[in-house]
């Protein structure tokens, strides 16, 4: 394949992209959550390339997708209770449960961990490609380390151009924030990774789970490798507002100083400020069309050269638990 070649040769059909993943190449994908960066999960050299060309941390783990729940077998020593309870109510979607691993996969997919994290995703073009390829397929989100993870071909192809086989194009993504992540390998369930599938959603099927008391404070070392790095950040400085009657003011004074001033807002509030990029993010009251938006909303503040970012907060209950997740993440918890 030759990498150096433009965007329209390089989005193949889902055969011949499959036949990618075959032969130990790299190839992102849609999903229902963010485009994934997806390569035979048995295939060391081929999981080696993902890193390289994210750019990320190798002690970070990848999450492994499959069409079908008899692909498990290879993978995993045992199905939990639990498991098999969340398996059912949620696969295909957006949950990915931790199993005791197997040996067969590729070292760095797990990073050395005796764990392994499996979803099924709930996209036609994932299942199909899964099932084209044959082999589980590992797959991060579709970004730079670092950055917001991309909800379209456009977002991957900004991060990733010249450095992957080509991008599967599906259009944008549904729910727009990765998947929820939970530990089911040993005892009591515990939540890692707030996601499209709330914990109400969880506990109504397996009864109390824990969550990773590092979700709650910034002190604890997460759980998950991955909840430790920096995250979805903006090229501006961003800043979470809790009390959005302050926005104004600190507009105010940041372009006073000099600055390009961004404010992320919803469509209710959109037309109450004077910043130079105002963006509107879903709507308040229906916090899955914020989900969906959020990340294509941070990266819109990069295109727009914004300097300095303020932004509204959501109630942390339900979607917005996953959502204030990560603009915590993307302020790196600065709060005004
Ligand atoms: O929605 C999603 O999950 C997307 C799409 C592409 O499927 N993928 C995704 O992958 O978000 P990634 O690599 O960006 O996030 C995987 C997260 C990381 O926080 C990682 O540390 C955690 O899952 N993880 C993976 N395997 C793990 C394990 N064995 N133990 C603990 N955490 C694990
Ligand atoms: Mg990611």
Redesign the pocket.
Known sequence: VDNSSLLEDKAPEIEEAALWIKNGEVVAFP?E????LGANALDEKAIQSIFTAKGRPSD????V?IAKESQLDDLVEEIPATAQSLMEVFWPG?L?I?FKRKEGIAPSV?AG?S???I?M?DHPVALRLLEEAGVPVA????NLSGKP?PTTAAHVFHDLNRKIAGIVDGGPTGVGL??T?I?CSEGTPIL??P?GITKEQIEEIIGPIDVDPALASAGEAP?????KYTHYSPAGILYLVDNRENISNYVHEAKKAGSRVGVLTTEENADAYDADVVIACGKRNDLATVAMSLYKSLRSFDEEKVEVIFAETFAKEGLGIAIMNRLEKAAESKRL
């Open positions: 999903t959550t963010v485009y994934g970070n783990p990848l999450i997708h957006p990915s931790i797990t961990l764990t392994v994290a979803r995703p797959a991060p989100s579709a993870s990765e998947s992540v530990d890692y990774r996601g759980k998950s490798p991955g909840m």
